[in-house]
Nanobody, 121 residues
Framework: QVQLVESGGGLVQSGGSLRLSCAAS????????MGWYRQAPGKQRELVAT???????NLADSVKGRFTISRDNAKNTVYLQMSSLKPEDTAVYYC???????????????WGKGTLVTVSS
């Protein structure tokens, strides 16, 4: 089983910064890519950023230059550093980890419960 524990969400003013953390624990699962997604009320969930076990990153165009994703393999934790926050960044942010059993050929997605980020104007 894979468990994801998120932290760091909260209320911040426009232009401010916030750092999200997601600690993953896995029992008999191999975790590869991890990432952050977000969903605002009335909108579909969208990809924010992903990072592989080899530290290759991918960020949505809307957050490039403002957000940074990183991971600490020793702590099995992924981070999302958010800067220059805008009201449109307001959403529930979900941590995702792709994991598989050692005998599986494909991974499945595991999700955290989400943490709310609210950016005031």
């Amino acid at each position: 089983q894979v468990q994801l524990v998120e932290s760091g969400g909260g209320l911040v003013q426009s232009g401010g910064s916030l750092r999200l953390s997601c600690a993953a624990s896995a029992s008999n699962f191999d975790i590869n890519a991890m990432g952050w997604y977000r969903q605002a009320p009335g909108k579909q969930r969208e990809l924010v950023a992903t990072i592989t076990s080899g530290d290759s990153t991918n960020l949505a165009d809307s957050v490039k230059g403002r957000f940074t994703i990183s991971r600490d393999n020793a702590k099995n934790t992924v981070y999302l550093q958010m800067s220059s926050l805008k009201p449109e960044d307001t959403a529930v942010y979900y941590c995702r980890a792709d994991g598989k059993r050692y005998y599986w050929s494909q991974s499945m997605a595991f999700w955290g419960k989400g943490t709310l980020v609210t950016v005031s104007s």
